[in-house]
């Protein structure tokens, strides 16, 4: 028995050796590998460094009394986007998925939007039990100090509203690195079935809030009740921009790139100008009309519920997540929340881009303001 426990702690300890060599690698050579050699090295790295990461996560949960199994795992991670001396950290979901079992096409393996230059970090979560191994890489690290953060908390809704006020100090002291709301949020989405399409929206979003939920119920609300002619697209125009539109842009495909969205930001009195039916107006969908060539639209609003029996327990980031999943439970049933504020037709041979030009009063051309 106590040769089984020395052998594992060596495994571990070679590991934790193997994750700093590959670590002081990526740091000290990075720039010194030549171009087409360096994606090949970079992602091999990077794979070892997954699979390590991932082996750390289950060696700490399993001293736990965990058992945590391949297939039975979620990870979130913001690799491939987060970069290190300028390089990609691609590779890791690689040896992420290859060591964990998560997987894309079942939801499992979340790739969570960053900057470049936002810390690279893992959240490996054991849907049995609700353990989340958290690990952020130190950017300047050498062959010790491998992870800045290395966490191991139970993050299931359940456990956490049962210990409210102990995970608030928790969460005070960011206790992931600042990324708690994000990894809780969306994990426990994840864990209670979430749609694969509402799971891309909290991707691109880099978390779930209420928010983003308005967002996913109005792209639910369009293709059900606003659907667009075959081979055109939606023209979308945020009237009072919030998390909505990173959903809505992901969920419909309509990017200002491909000039399919407009945003500007309203003033106090933009929105003070509205008229009393047009206040919760918030995102205008146009379409092509059968006929192929004149537009027409409709302005939807986004109705809060009074009440989702959510306790108030001054834990800020469990309160959004309750809210969230009470909203989750409902998100296939978007004409609960969406309603349409007004439909009009763009004249002939105006299009939706023509009101989403500098300096144009799109708010009056649609009559939401007073004439
Ligand atoms: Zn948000």
Known sequence: MKTKILFKYKIHRILLAITAFFITAAFCHGAETIPGESAVTG??????????AADNAFAAMKKTGARPEKG???VLTNAGYAEINGASTMGALDGLAETTGALRGNNTLLEIHSSPWTKLWFAVYDKRSGL?????????AKAEGIFDIQALEQINIDH???HAEEYKAKFDKKVFGGNEFRIISIVNAVAEGSPSYAVRAFEFHDHYCPGVTS?????G???????????SDYFVQAIQPWCKEDALMVLLNATPG?????????TDADL?????????????????????KAWEGIVLAFNWAADTQCPETGNGILDKVCADLWYLKRIERPEEFVSVVKSFELPEGVSPKDWAAPGVDYMGKIGLTPE
């Open 43 to 52: 992602y091999n790295k990077w794979k070892s460094i997954g699979q390590s």
């Open 72 to 74: 039975n795992i979620i």
């Open 132 to 140: 989340c191994s958290y690990m952020e890489i130190n950017p300047s």
């Open 160 to 162: 956490l509203s049962s």
């Open 215 to 219: 967002g996913i119920m109005m792209a």
């Open 221 to 231: 609300y369009l293709k059900k009740n606003f659907p667009p002619v075959s081979g």
């Open 258 to 266: 491909k000039g399919g969205y407009s945003v500007s930001y309203p």
């Open 272 to 292: 003070e100008n509205l008229l009393p039916w047009a206040k919760d107006a918030s995102t205008v969908a146009y379409r092509k009309k059968k006929d192929g």
